[in-house]
Structure formats: structure tokens, C-alpha cells
């Protein structure tokens, strides 16, 4: 049996679709537990213009494993030994998420993750005030 290459996996940081093109219209059917996020991408620059380098953009991409949530599987959160306040991830959501967290895929030229209800770590209201140079650019 011959071993994949793991070095040549791309991780969640990097699976990211340009954000100028628009959510697909109409989504696959997500079975089960599953959530469908969008990821979003790191910037290469400041909103001032400042260009990060590489260096600071790999340890933003630490920071940063963020997505919108686009659809939410119907038994999603439904265990409620595990969720006894019911779902807290819902669409329209950005989470946070491991790096290594979900199946990558690409739907009508958009990169997505199919996250379980359990890989979902946290909301945030705004994903830019994860990103460490945000206070750079204001």
C-alpha cells in the first residue's frame, strides 16, 4: 500500500475561494450532522495597504480557520445530552473551526468544508477581529 504525501494537503487556511465571487445560489442537501461553511480567506494586506509578509500571513492563518456557515444539516445540534441549549450555530453564522476540521470540496467553483456539529469551536460576530492586524487598519 503506498502512503499518501501528507505535505500536500491543503489545510483549511488555504482552501478559500476569492470573496469578490458570490455564495452559490443553490446549495447541495446536507445530510445529518453536518455544517457547510464557507471559508474565508487571509489577507494579503492591510486595509490601510501595508503588505503582510508571508511570515505574518502564515501566523494570521493560525488565528483564522473562519467560515460563514451556508446551511446547517436537519439533525444538526438535535443531541440534547451533548447540546441541552439546542443549536448555537446557525446560517449566516461565522465560526471558528480546527485546521484540520471537515471534508473539503468544490461546489460550482466555490471551495467549501462540511464540518460536523461538533467541529464547530465558537461564533464570532466579526471574523476581521480575529485577524491580529486588524487594530493596524483602524
Same mark, same amino acid.
Given at each position: ?8 494537503? &491543503? ?7 476569492? !470573496? ?5 445560489? /443553490?446549495?447541495?442537501? *446536507? ?17 490601510? $495597504? &501595508? &503588505? ?7 501566523? *494570521?492563518?493560525?488565528?483564522?480557520? /473562519? $467560515?460563514?456557515?451556508?446551511?446547517? $444539516? =436537519? ?14 450555530? =446557525? !446560517? ?5 473551526? $480546527?485546521?484540520?476540521?471537515?471534508? =473539503?470540496? #468544490?461546489?460550482?467553483?466555490?471551495? #467549501? #468544508?462540511?464540518? #460536523?456539529? +461538533?467541529?464547530?469551536?465558537? &461564533?464570532?460576530?466579526?471574523?476581521? !477581529?480575529? +485577524? ?7
Amino acid at each position: 500500500m503506498q502512503q499518501v504525501a501528507m505535505s500536500k494537503t &491543503i489545510l483549511n487556511d488555504a482552501w478559500n475561494t476569492n !470573496e469578490e465571487i458570490p455564495d452559490p445560489e /443553490v446549495l447541495p442537501v *446536507i445530510p445529518g450532522y453536518h455544517i457547510l461553511v464557507r471559508p474565508l480567506s487571509v489577507k494579503s494586506e492591510t486595509k490601510g $495597504g &501595508i &503588505i503582510l509578509p508571508d511570515s505574518t500571513k502564515e501566523d *494570521i492563518s493560525y488565528l483564522t480557520t /473562519v $467560515g460563514k456557515v451556508l446551511a446547517v $444539516g =436537519k439533525d444538526a445540534y438535535l443531541d440534547s445530552n451533548r447540546y441541552p441549549n439546542g443549536a448555537w450555530c =446557525k !446560517e449566516g453564522d461565522y465560526v471558528c473551526y $480546527g485546521k484540520h476540521s471537515g471534508q =473539503k470540496f #468544490l461546489y460550482k467553483g466555490v471551495r #467549501l #468544508l462540511l464540518l #460536523l456539529d +461538533d467541529q464547530i469551536s465558537m &461564533i464570532v460576530d466579526n471574523p476581521k !477581529e480575529l +485577524d491580529p492586524t486588524y487594530n493596524l487598519s483602524h
